[in-house]
């Protein structure tokens, strides 16, 4: 039984977006309608979401698809915010 | 029921392995008893180690359809597209599994019949024949999603409430 090709990884800030909020894997589950652990295979990247799901989450966290769901190694969110401060202060 | 379905993929692939051979294996250790012509106790010997075999057997069946549940069917509604993707790639893994497995009968009989002349086929295969058709082709689907389901994320074999480790696990 050979396994399929690997998909290519797809990285999420999942996990934070769900601390963030409060949310155990079973109340965004809920939410989006999947298996609880789907989640959890989603945060350890080892599943791919359909289109579909990955607007479903977003749309649920309020935030555009791409500050989820990244082919790239998404940067922390707090380095993120605390850049962006900084190149406001310098722009200022 | 909950903690079949945590079950590590290691331990998911021992059971399949143990039920599959389990029950062959009882034909084959007659067989063998048999042909060497083995003396009365030796066979009393084998027949609790049969029943053990056959017992494995069943709980195995029991411990596979338990673990995936309803889980290998495609078509079951309840099923999120994750569990759906799997159960569709396990029923294409059974075909190929049960493809081999006739491409190889069939060429080992015949081998079997080219080199020792023809197979009398008799009425004691029936039971084999019928367990096989009956028992294994049903459950191979379930057999082949509990062997390549992979293992549950950690914190939902404790709880399903893990909502602070694994911050940025994924996310680099």
């Known amino acids: 039984m050979s396994p399929r090709k690997p998909e290519p990884r797809l990285y999420n800030r999942l996990a934070v977006l769900r601390a963030e909020r409060g949310l155990s894997r079973q109340d965004l589950a809920d939410a989006v309608d999947v298996n609880y652990q789907t989640i959890g295979y989603l945060e350890r990247g080892e599943y791919n979401p359909s289109l579909e799901l990955a607007f479903k989450i977003a749309e649920l966290f309020g935030v555009p698809i791409e500050a989820v769901f990244s082919r790239e190694p998404l940067p922390p969110m707090s380095a993120r915010l605390y850049g962006r401060q900084e190149a406001d202060a310098e722009s200022a | 029921m909950n903690r079949l379905r945590t079950t590590s993929r290691r331990s998911r692939r021992l059971i399949v392995l143990g039920t599959f051979v389990a029950y062959p294996l009882v034909y084959v250790g007659y067989a063998l008893l048999s042909r060497a012509g083995a003396l009365p106790p030796v066979s009393l010997l084998w027949a609790p180690v049969a029943i053990i075999l056959m017992f494995g057997f069943a709980a195995g069946l029991f411990v596979i359809y338990a673990i995936t549940r309803n889980r290998a069917e495609p078509e079951a509604l309840e099923l999120d597209e994750r569990q759906r993707d799997l159960a569709v790639h396990a029923r294409a ?29 008799g009425a004691e295969l029936l039971l084999p024949v019928a367990i096989v058709v009956g028992i294994y082709l049903p459950v191979l689907p379930s057999a082949v999603l509990a062997w390549i389901e992979p293992d549950a994320p950690p914190e939902d074999v404790a709880g399903t409430n893990g909502t602070t480790s694994h911050v940025g696990g994924a996310a680099g």
């Open chain 2, 93 to 121: 893994l059974s075909y190929g599994v049960l493809l081999a497995v006739i491409v190889a009968i069939t060429a080992a009989w015949a081998v079997y019949v080219t080199t020792f002349g023809p197979v009398v086929l």
